[in-house]
């Protein structure tokens, strides 16, 4: 095993996070989907479907490989089986919604990153339920953590429909019918909604101050690394395939910047808020902020 500690005591952690916060973290997830689809138009499908090759590098870089190499990470590492779990479900969860707003700081393809964040959240609805079913069910630490839990991948498809699908169609409708109102409603909209959920991270945070700085070190180690390596999984991805900077830098960030607030819904609305799972998942989501951050400024001011 990677850590000393009871994973009995790791498990007992116990994140405040209650239910009024939950719904919260809801909310603002869906209002910063929403904002993300008042940029989307049914023509950037269009151009997607014209241009299929760089969608598909996307879908296989984030749906098959991130899920199969963390898979295969785990089986080296062998963390504590709610670890192994909560990696499992960040690399089954779509990209995170600050994936388009650190493409146009990285000045990358932000309109490819739009449009694969809308197509990564249907495609999200089938392959979150489906990876996480998969792969945790093919390790015998975490499946044993899935038969207590009876998994429901309707009610799991449910939430994610209601929190990114619903959410996305209406924020393209409005964009379709109503253009200039979308433009209007999205400029208030975009840096309101990312400023109420950073300041729930910030605020999940305080909460829990104490609880991360004595555990926090369980999971350092393993989100770092597993962040990293999604990033070089989209990096070499789109690389062997032979796509622009513009876009290699996208499909990148893609990968990189995974829906950890997505994550932590699904940990505390099916797994009972195991401890393990959501100490890595919560630190998943304040970690790629600073690494997305870090890496889009960095290719944003590199003129090569």
Not at 73 to 88: D, E, N
Request: net charge positive.
């Amino acid at each position: 095993m990677l850590l000393k500690t009871n994973p009995t005591q790791i498990d007992d952690i116990q994140i405040n996070f209650d239910t009024e916060a939950l719904w919260m973290l809801n909310i603002a997830l869906a209002i910063i989907m929403f904002g993300v689809a008042l940029d989307i138009k049914i023509d950037d499908f269009k151009r997607l479907a014209k241009n299929p090759k760089i969608l598909l590098v996307g879908i296989f870089s984030q749906f098959l490989l991130l899920p199969l190499i963390t898979f295969l990470a785990i089986l080296i590492i062998k963390p504590y089986p709610s670890f192994a779990l909560g990696m499992m479900l960040v690399a089954a969860c779509p990209g995170g919604n600050v994936s388009n707003f650190f493409s146009k700081m990285a000045k990358a393809n932000a309109a490819l990153s739009v449009s694969l964040t809308a197509f990564a959240t249907l495609i999200c609805l089938i392959m979150t339920p489906l990876n996480l079913q998969l792969w945790g069910s093919l390790y015998p630490p975490t499946n044993a953590i899935l038969k207590t839990v009876a998994l429901n991948p309707y009610e799991l498809f449910k939430l994610v429909l209601l929190i990114l699908g619903i959410p996305l169609v209406l924020g393209m409708l409005v964009n379709h019918y109503h253009e200039e109102m979308a433009l209007k409603i999205n400029k208030v909209l975009r840096p309101f909604s990312i400023t109420v959920f950073t300041v729930l991270i910030v605020i999940a945070l305080y909460d829990n101050s104490e609880i991360f700085k004595k555990h926090i070190h369980l999971v350092l180690f393993l989100v770092i690394f597993h962040n990293i390596l999604a990033y070089f999984i989209g990096y070499f991805t789109a690389k062997a395939f032979k796509l622009d900077k513009k876009d290699v830098k996208t499909i990148t960030i893609e990968t990189g910047i995974q829906n950890s607030g997505l994550g932590l819904l699904l940990v505390f609305g099916f797994f009972n808020g195991l401890g393990g799972m959501a100490l890595l998942t919560a630190f998943w989501g304040v970690w790629d902020l600073f690494s997305g951050m870090a890496l889009a400024t960095i290719w944003g001011r590199n003129k090569k």
